[in-house]
């Protein structure tokens, strides 16, 4: 389950179709036309059953929200809320209390799919990340406490949304950046408590959904050419956004 969350767009292949079909739509094609060019992409049928629920919810979702809402999503989706067979899945594999949250989930969509959908809407062009950062950089961040944490670049991760770095955060916090070859040395941090699907993350990507997100004025380059020895473990593909980051460090990692 390529989920970190009970909410509708809390999944990878979720935000997938949302960004696609925006694309679509962007290039000209009707609601019908990016509908069909999505399900043939990925070759939606039923014999995947958790796919298939989570293509027709987001989609349905997607096409509400910008006034494109077509028959075909919308049937698809209720019945795949009324059959509860979407539900199933987070009773076996998701954490306490998930399945109960995705319900609520579910329920407000439903409400809202069978409601009057708003005027279609202009989709924007889809902003395209970047970055200078480079294998073997490193980063400080400083957080809202004004303590800093340190980030190494591993790698990058290219997809439809741009360039992103890859980077390990370092089991380290504190006020005072340690040196370059300190850094190098730093052991990478596990989490204090395992959430979603029991894995655990160090290596994660940073991610940003528009230039306004990245914190330049907390966000500084403290080492350039470092010697990391890569290791694979669960984790790698796993995404941070800027936007969110010290929630999330604060959650995962006990980080202020």
């Known amino acids: 389950m390529g989920a970190w969350g009970p909410a509708i767009f809390s999944d990878d292949l979720a935000c997938d179709v949302r960004d696609e079909f925006k694309d ?17 992409n990925y070759g939606i049928s039923k014999e995947d059953l958790e796919e298939y629920n989570v293509f027709w919810l987001s989609l349905a979702a997607t096409q509400w929200k910008i006034g494109r809402l077509t028959d075909e999503a919308k049937t698809n989706a209720i019945e795949v809320i009324d059959n509860g067979s979407d ?6 594999e998701g954490e306490p209390g998930w399945a109960k949250q995705r319900e609520k989930h579910l329920l407000k969509l439903r409400e809202q799919l069978i409601s009057p959908q708003p005027e279609p809407k202009k989709v924007k062009k889809r902003y395209k ?9 490193a980063i400080s ?8 944490a340190i980030f190494r670049v591993i790698g990058h991760h290219t997809d439809d949304g741009g360039t992103d770095p890859v980077c390990e955060l370092c089991d380290w916090i504190g006020n005072d950046i340690p040196l370059p070859h300190e850094i190098e040395k730093l052991p990478t941090v596990k989490e204090n408590h395992l959430t979603t699907l029991g894995r655990v993350y160090s290596k994660f990507i940073l991610g940003q959904m528009s230039p306004k997100d990245y914190p330049n004025d907390r966000t500084k380059l403290v080492a350039r050419g470092l010697k990391i020895e890569l290791k694979n473990e669960p984790g790698d593909g796993w995404v941070f956004l800027w936007k969110s980051l010290d929630k999330q460090l604060n959650e995962l990692y006990g980080f202020s």
């Open 24 to 40: 679509l739509i962007v290039n000209g094609l009707s609601s019908e036309e990016a509908t069909n060019k999505l399900i043939d």
């Open 87 to 92: 539900l199933e899945r987070w009773k076996e």
């Open 129 to 137: 990340s970047q970055t200078d950062l480079e294998f073997g950089d």
């Open 141 to 148: 961040y400083q957080l809202r406490s004004g303590n800093f």
